[in-house]
């Protein structure tokens, strides 16, 4: 059975720029610190600085490290909430994903490709690479969305050695290319792993491929119907 997959949120963006807010701010911060350290270390004892104005320079002073620990505690809460989101993906180990990548031929099994090409072109074609980047096959495509399954052949239809395929759909219209894109294939989930603030998926080529990408999922031991 396929499960569609909705784009959950990411707290990376967010980590991101709280992280960089952060940073901006204790800049700030210090700034500040010095500069009001300068003021009362130099200041003409004849004309000392008015209490008043001395009061509101505090003042802005405590708003000023207020913000710089509310940034360090969201920065927290985002790191909290991408482990989260991390630890509720295990359970997508050993599952098959569908997502724009490199799959898995292991030499006998075809691979099931979906491709998504422009609705305004008039030829499709299923360019297949190797892990080299090298062409072993092209294949015409209907102008549709159906999945197509690869048997594993090259151009002289001998069946190709097992390892990592990726597929380019590209789209034409009256002879010129006007879309060029991977295609999506299922390839199987074996590590999730945090790379910064974002949840990855190590799939069984190796490839990290970023979890918010994902479109669908499946379950290999169960019969696709």
């Known amino acids: ?49 008015d209490n008043t104005e001395y009061a509101s320079q505090l003042a802005e002073f ?41 799959a898995q031929f292991d030499g006998t099994n075809p691979v099931n490709v979906a491709p998504n090409p422009a609705a305004a072109a008039d030829d499709v074609t299923l360019v ?3 892990d080299d980047g090298k062409e072993v096959n092209r294949i015409t495509l209907p102008v549709s969305a ?15 050695a097992a390892g990592a395929y990726s597929f380019v759909v590209e789209s034409k219209k009256d002879g010129e290319v006007i879309l060029s894109e991977t295609a ?7 590590e999730t792993q945090m790379q910064g603030s974002d949840v990855v998926l190590i799939t069984e080529t190796g490839t990290a491929i970023l979890a918010t990408s994902v479109t669908a999922l499946r379950d290999p031991n169960e019969e696709v119907v």
Do not use: C
């Not at 159906?146 to 190709?160: A, C, K, M, N």
């Open 146 to 160: 159906e999945p197509y399954d690869w048997d594993g052949t090259d151009f002289s239809g001998d069946t190709v």
């Open 1 to 49: 059975m396929t499960t569609e997959v909705s784009q959950f949120s990411n707290a990376g963006a967010a980590s991101s720029s709280g992280s960089s807010g952060s940073t901006n701010l204790t800049s700030d911060f210090d700034t500040f610190i010095q500069l009001l350290t300068a003021q009362a270390k130099y200041q003409d004892p004849t004309e000392p600085m």
């Open 184 to 190: 999506e294939v299922y390839t199987e989930v074996r």
């Open 128 to 130: 297949v690479k190797d």
């Open 62 to 102: 405590s708003m000023v490290e207020q913000q710089v620990l509310t940034n360090d505690n969201l920065s927290v809460v985002h790191q909290q909430l991408g482990l989260g989101n991390m630890a509720s993906l295990t359970g997508w180990v050993g599952m098959e994903v569908r997502a724009a990548a490199a």
